[in-house]
């Protein structure tokens, strides 16, 4: 990895906690527990870490099952209502990215009812 900055430019799926670990100048910006990943690992509760370099989501039950999403791979986020296993139909939200010469989409769902702090979090950091 050495000194080349990756975390804003790219998707990675299910890294190692190596790399999920803040590199100097990272800086956590909110942390969410109770987000479920809907589309990628519906029905798993997880944990939503936005820093100003990416967004982290991983699993509670098995922390190998994450995800890192730089924000320069994000073309799009929209809020839009969705059927969550954990809780029904409910607002999440959408993120459309690019990387890795694919293009990729996650919802993210908060499992408190009536809480889209990850919502205006997320959507206030990207812009």
Known sequence: MGDSLWEDKE???DVSLF?????????????MD????????????????VTNLRIIWHSLAIPRINLSIGYNCIITTAVRTVNSKLCGTT??????????????????????????RHLTSIMGVHK
């Open 11 to 13: 998707v990675m799926f």
């Open 19 to 31: 790399k999920l670990k803040m590199r100097p100048g990272e800086k956590v910006l909110d942390r």
């Open 34 to 49: 109770s987000i479920e990943d809907t589309k990628g690992n519906g029905g798993d509760v997880g944990r939503l870490i």
């Open 91 to 116: 607002e999440a939200l959408h993120i459309l990215t690019k990387g890795n010469n694919s293009r990729f989409e996650f919802i993210f769902t908060n499992l408190v009812l009536g809480n889209a």
